[in-house]
Each structure stands twice: as C-alpha cells, then as structure tokens.
C-alpha cells in the first residue's frame, strides 16, 4: 500500500486533483466522507516511517496532500507530531506548499510543538501567506510561544479586511484571564 496510490483513490474518488482542491473544495467537511481514511491513515503511517528512515521529497509532498485532505479530523497532524523524528523539513515542506489546509495544520503544529525555528517559521506565515485562515492560525500559535511578539503583530490587523483577523487580534492583544 503506497501513500501515492490511496491519494489517487481520493482524487478519483473527490473528482478533484491536488491543484483544483485548494479552489475546489469549498467550505471542506465533505472529505469526512470517503470511505476509504483507514487504508489513506495507514499509507500516511507508513510514510512517516520512510521519512524517519530517510527524507524523500516527493514522498513528503504526498504526506503534505494527505494532510491537507485530512484537515477535518487532524489525524495526519497528530501521527506527524507522534512519528516524525525531524519535523523541520516536512514543515518547511507543508509552509512552501499551495494547500492552505496543510499550512494552517503546520501552524497549529508550530504552536503546540518544539520545532527549530518555529517563532521564525510562524512569523513568515503571518508576513507572506496570503491565506487569511492560516495567518489566524500562525498569530493564535505565536501567542502561544511569544505572546509579546504576536502582539506586536496582531496590532498591524486590528483594520484588516477580515473580520475574524481583527477578532483574533483583539483576543491576542487582550486575552481574557
């Protein structure tokens, strides 16, 4: 069972491929729906052992679609932050990928975990992703980890064009006790 052949499934199975998803997918849950995220979790498992043993691109970009389509359920998410010895490549690897749905998941991940440079890797998603989702979630896991720092950013999207930017500035810049 190769990661490569279950997201074909997927694909065929979604009537999508990995570059129409991002535009295609609309509000998302629907993936929760396919049949088959048994066979596509264990060919994600597999992979990450490929990648503990030796870091393969291509078959990291693979995982990065996996994670992405799984962006429901975050069982991707937590088997990378349980299995992968060395996060930074598949990390640098998902934040330079066209899937906001796997950015916003490494940003989660950034925030709950010791990654080299994670501060580092989170402020470059808040400055250059376009993605106003996955700048949510990079500013909510920088307040995790430096909230002055977060702050400092939040400030700059208090007028943002998106409503629930400036919400989630105001809760960084003010958070209840």
Same mark, same amino acid.
């Given at each position: 069972?190769? $990661?490569?052949? !279950?997201?074909?499934?997927? /694909?065929?199975?979604?009537?999508?491929? %990995?570059?129409?998803?991002?535009?295609?997918?609309? $509000?998302?849950?629907?993936?929760?729906?396919?049949?088959? /995220?048994?066979?596509?979790?264990?060919?994600?498992?597999? =992979?990450?052992?490929?990648?503990?043993?030796?870091?393969?691109?291509?078959?990291?970009?693979?995982?990065?679609?996996?994670?992405?389509?799984?962006? !429901?359920?975050?069982?991707?998410?937590?088997?990378?932050?349980?299995?992968?010895? +060395?996060?930074?490549?598949?990390?640098?690897?998902?934040?330079?990928?066209?899937? %906001? @749905? =796997?950015?916003? @998941?490494?940003?989660? $991940?950034?925030?709950?975990?010791?990654?080299?440079?994670?501060?580092?890797?989170?402020?470059?998603?808040?400055?250059?992703?376009?993605?106003?989702?996955?700048?949510?979630?990079?500013?909510? +896991? $920088?307040?995790?980890?430096?909230?002055?720092?977060?702050?400092?950013? =939040?400030?700059?999207?208090?007028?943002? +064009?998106? %409503?629930?930017?400036?919400?989630?500035?105001? @809760?960084?810049?003010? %958070?209840?006790?």
């Amino acid at each position: 069972m190769s $990661l490569e052949t !279950e997201l074909a499934k997927f /694909w065929d199975w979604a009537g999508m491929t %990995p570059d129409t998803y991002t535009e295609s997918r609309g $509000l998302g849950e629907w993936e929760i729906d396919y049949p088959n /995220w048994e066979d596509l979790y264990k060919a994600a498992n597999e =992979a990450l052992t490929l990648l503990n043993k030796e870091f393969n691109h291509d078959l990291a970009q693979l995982l990065v679609y996996a994670l992405a389509i799984d962006n !429901e359920s975050g069982t991707i998410l937590e088997k990378v932050d349980e299995k992968l010895d +060395s996060k930074l490549r598949f990390v640098k690897k998902a934040i330079n990928s066209d899937q %906001p @749905q =796997a950015r916003w @998941q490494v940003a989660e $991940l950034l925030g709950n975990t010791e990654v080299e440079d994670r501060e580092k890797l989170l402020i470059n998603l808040i400055n250059r992703d376009k993605d106003k989702y996955v700048k949510r979630r990079a500013l909510l +896991s $920088l307040s995790k980890i430096n909230a002055p720092k977060a702050v400092e950013f =939040a400030k700059s999207y208090l007028k943002d +064009s998106d %409503p629930f930017l400036r919400l989630v500035s105001k @809760q960084i810049i003010n %958070p209840k006790v």
